[in-house]
Each structure stands twice: as structure tokens, then as C-alpha cells.
């Protein structure tokens, strides 16, 4: 008897996540594990998120409003404002989580068998909305031999056919660290309006930017402003993942309108961590250079302790607190299964994300990982230092 | 230009908020409105929610599991053990609210174009998640006259194709009251057996059950352990609506483990409302006792108040917080539409919501409204003279 959908087996295992069964073996055989593999900072939630939660006025927690509550609508506009974005409460969506911001976003604009066109590796879950939306990614491969920069416009415009509703962009980008030119911004807004097409923007990370990169917002686009609809959420910005509260901002009323009965249909985002969020937005900026100063410290360590491992292939990403390199191995996959399986250094060992994951075509990443650099520059090192020994012993490397 | 996507078109607005704005309209313009449209308790959330609360040491609100944090899948284990339900924390997967349960569950066990049968009128956000999902609902009517029982089982045979993947119920029922009898529960027990479907079973209400009526949950069926699926949610159980944590509980690991792919899309429900509910679970039963004593004494009065009133049907419910009652008018729809923007007494007026939106198929529901009892006795009193004074005044009276 059948028992799942086919929907249900086609749903892929995060490569973030699917791991962690072998990491919880580990641990309980007494191992230390560094995790490396989820976006998950150690830094700590502001109190000025936390405050008011710890304060909480709230007799009952009753349902809000499905678009999130005005106050915090309102103050999130004013968050944007900041970054020179002409964003108004109106164009607000509150979400649960980015997640949620994503699967409302594929379904009200695009149907079953849709297609979306996006820069491959991509964020793993795009993967997985996509198969609850019932749509297409259509890929386009960018290469770590180019730092992951966009691919040939060219390379966009051949995959165009008249099922393609959108191309969607994270910038900074969640897995390669890579922060799109104005140049690259340009190029994506003509090809939008040249083609009446969407243009999905995921800038969930958009504090983290280094080296005095500039982050150039599809939210300043000239032209396609009916067309450009940004997916954001407080996880990152506020170290406060576990909060699931995301955001879908457009000047398209019409979008929102729409995303919005499906948020009525799910009634409201919680209503606690919301009241943390609004008075998290007054966090001061001192909060944030601290945190960049931190993060930018680590990308550098992690970055010059790659490059000294032999056959270790790694670009110098710009922004986010993630990178992808490429590692001088059989199968990534089973090699960052293996270090939690069967390697250890003084009884501890280290957990990456198999790039394959982040690939939406067959075959790709097949010798790259994810890490994220979420953990203090002492455990870096020595997780690296872990990596490095691990890829000595491995009796897959190459 | 086409912007929105059919589902966008096709999603159905809520009949419990679509009226908001009306209401918000009357409100701004000085009225007074009694919310009972909205399935929201008065009822304080309990200290036993709210006090981990404001004592949260969550130095960083970080990402939880997938399906929700283990020691809470077990309290809510032994919280279905005090129910007589074989239930393990491994049966469990926590999800952002029930809404998400319901969603989940329908991806995972269907196909786009299957087809799940439920009664109607039933709880109308089942539409648009089979909307989202892609899902066909196939309703079954239940009748006014009868008091919403379970319609004749034959009529339930009839709709089966080879298309059918499962039969759906909500008990006690949103929007009707009604709570399904040992009889009834055993002859979807056998309808489920010969026909190889899922029963799928919303008891978010499980508390709310008067005048000594027993509540069979679905879980206690015999032989049909691996065919159940129990949707649930704690925000009626703790008045804690807003809260947004709901679960997914089955014998069926293939059915647990294929809804926790999507749950891993969406990397974990909320970390702090988690909290609040795992201590909630020891709400000493005198809250509970407290709660349905002041819903019974609401539900009687609300039903001596408008079975008082001519022209109006009103069933006795013997559960939930709900009641669909027939009123004397020519669109319900409307009515409670014009109490908004038309009619006031003493500068205060009422909402309900149109039944019409509980129902499936086209037309039916049209003289009926769905009524929450979630006011206080004086508050009720006040609407249903409203009504009672409406109905009398109403252009479009039968």
C-alpha cells in the first residue's frame, strides 16, 4: 500500500540538517563536535530584543493580525528607510520566519510548474519550497573559479521559456559569501523588465558585508520597482533564528495582497517574539559594528587556514558569514559524513554541509562544502586544524 | 500583465477576517464592536505559560529542532498518555501552529489533484490549504436539522474514488460544536479500514466538551493505529492563540518522518513560545475546570439568547467555542456585512462570521453564521440584542 505522496519522497534532506543524526552519535559516544554546518551564530540576541520578552504585558497571548502587527510594521519601514529603501509599513508582510516569506512569495505569483531562475549553489531549502509550491528552479551555474559572481547574463536569458516568472537572488549570498556589483544589479534589472519577470531578492544578511563592499539592494532598483520583492528576516540581524520572523517587502500591492491570504489562512506569525522584534529594530548601531568587526576577524582566519591546507580551493567572500570551497576529495559528501563517523583529534571533530545540496543540477559540488564561520577564531582553528588532519587521513582524498 | 498566480487568485479570503475592515472602519469611526467572528478566548493565558517566559535564559534565541525541542515532544506525550493515548515522544513533531500540522500533513501524505473527504461546514482554512497544497477537498453536508452529525456513511462511500487518500474531521467541530459519537468514530473506523485511507483529525478542542458528552479521540480507534493522524494545537488549550505551536502526532513514522522533510525546509517552529508551552502542560486542572465551566454557562445563554429570537435555528453544540446557527435572512453574508457599516445600538454593533466560507459547496451555508462564544455573559447579552435588534431593522429580513 502506498503510504507517502510522491511529493513527500521527492522533499530533499537538507544538507544543512541531515547529518546531524551521525553529529548526535558522536556526541553521545563522547565526542566534541564543532559544528561548521548551519548559520546558526553563537553571538548573543541583543537585550534590546530580549528585554521586552522578559517584560512581557501580555494577559492574553491572543492571535494577531495575519500581516504581523501595524507597530511593528511600521517600525521595520523605518529600519529600510535607514538603508535608503522607500519602504512603508504597507509594503510589509510580516512572516514566519524567511521560510515562510519564500513559499508565500512562489505561490502567490507563480503556479504549478512555474519555473524560477536562480544562480546555483543556492540557499539548500529554495529546493525544498519549491516542491511544496509545486514549481521549477531552473539553475544557472556560477563557478568557484570566478569567486561565484553572476554567470553570463547571456547564460540567464537562454534559460528564459514562457513558464519562467521570476530569478531569484540572495545577496549576500547564503551558500557562497559573494556580494552582487552594482554592474551585476544593473544587468538583472534589464533582464527583468526585458522579460516582465520578477525579481526575488533574499538580503537576509545584508548587515554583513566586509572590506567596505557596498550592498546595492534590488530595493534600489530603478524602474522594476512593481517587479522586485524581497524576502527578509530578523534570524541573522538579530541573532535570533530561533524567533521566526521574516518579512516579504514589494511596492506590488497586488503581491502582497495575495501572500496575504495565505497568511490569513495560517492566521497570524507569533505574537511574542514580534514584540521582541520591534524594539530590536532601536538596537544601536554600536551592537552591529561590534558584530562585523567579530565576523570579519573570522572570515579572514577561516580564509588564510583553508588556504594553507593543500588542494584546498577558497574564494574570499564579501559578505554573509558562510563560504564554499572545494576540497581535494572523492565525494564531500561522504567525506564530512566520515569526520563525524570515523575521525576524531583529541576526541573532537567538526561538521560541514556537502555543497551538493546547494546545487540544484546533478553532479555539481560533488568536492565542495559549505562552512559557516558562526563559532569564536579559537574554535575555528581548531576545528580547522581537525579539517586539515581529517583530509590527511581520509583514504578518499585525492 | 499577469501578476498573480491562479492559487493566488484561487485562494479563498477567510470569512472569519475578510470583514475585518469594515469592522476596523466602524471602530475608527467611534462604534464599539464585539469580536464574534474570531475563535479568540478572553480567557487569560495561565501563569504556567507565561512565567518561563519572563524568566528566559535563552542567552541566544537560536534554532531549534526540526520537530520542536525533544524534552517537549515528551511532556506533550505524557500530556496525551492523561487522555489514554498511546503516544511516545517519537510520535510527535511540533509545528508552527496547526495550521502548519494540517499543511504538512497534506503534503505528505497527497499528490497534487488527490482528493480528501470532509464534512461540511468545517473549519474554512481547511480550503486554503488545500489550495496550497494542491489538494481537492471533496465535502459531505451535514445538516442544521440534525444537529452537524456525521452524514450517513453511506454518502461518504459514494464520494470515494481512486483519487481519495483520506477522510478528514475536526472533533469537537469548529465551526458546528459538534462532538462525534462512539457509533460514528466506529463507522469511520471501518470506512478507513476497507478503503485504505487516512483518517486525518483535528482535536485542538479536545478539552472543550460539555454537559458529560465523551469525547472518542481518533487515537484511541483500534487496528487503524498506522492509518490515524492527530492535528493539534495549544492555542485554544492554553488560551494561547498567538503562541503558533501545534503538532503532528501518528503511529506512522513514514508519515512523521516524511512531514519532518518539510519541517527541516523550514528549520523549527518557535524557540520561545517552546518554552512557554512545555511548563504549560502542568497547568493544574483546576485552570481547565474553571475555563469549561465559564464556556458551558457561556454556550447555554448564548443559545436560550438567540433561539429566543424568531426566525433563528440554533442546535445545542456540545463542544468547542462555536455554534452555526440559521438566521431569518435573505444572505447572511451580507448581514453581517451591513451590522458593520449600517447598523448600531447605542453606538455599538457585532461580528459574525458567514457561514457560507465554512462550506465547500457553492451556496450553501447562505442564512447561516458561525457565532464564538469567547465573550463574557454581559458582553454577550450586549451582542445578541444587537442581533436580536438587527435582525428587525435588516432591508433584507425574511
Known sequence: MKILSNRGHDMPSSPIRKLVPFADKAVADGKHVYYLNIGQPDIKTPETFLNPIKNLDMPVVAYGPS????????????????????????????????????IFTLMAIMDIGDEVIIPEPFYTNYNGFAVQAGVNVVPIKSSIEDGFQLPPIESIREKITNKTRAIMICNPNNPTGYVYSKAEMEALRQIVLDNNLFLLTDEVYREFVYDGAEHISAMHLKGIEDRVIMLDSVSKRYSACGARIGMIVSKNHEVIESALKFGMARLCP?????????????????YFEEVII????????????????????CPNPKGAFYLVCKLPVDDADKFAQWMLTDFSVNNATMMMAPANGFYATEGLGKDEVRIAYVLNTDDIKKSIHILAEGLKAYPGKL
Open 67 to 102: 500581516a504581523g502587527f501595524l507597530s511593528l510594521r511600521k517600525k521595520f519601514a523605518e529600519y529600510y528607510q535607514r538603508f535608503n529603501m522607500d519602504v512603508e509599513a504597507d509594503d510589509i508582510l510580516i512572516t514566519t520566519g524567511g521560510s515562510e516569506a519564500i
Open 294 to 313: 567579530e565576523y570579519k576577524k573570522r572570515r579572514d582566519l577561516m580564509v588564510s587556514l583553508l588556504r594553507e591546507i593543500p588542494g584546498v580551493v
Open 270 to 286: 507569533p505574537s511574542i517574539e514580534q514584540v521582541g522584534c520591534e524594539a530590536a529594530v532601536d538596537t544601536p548601531d554600536s
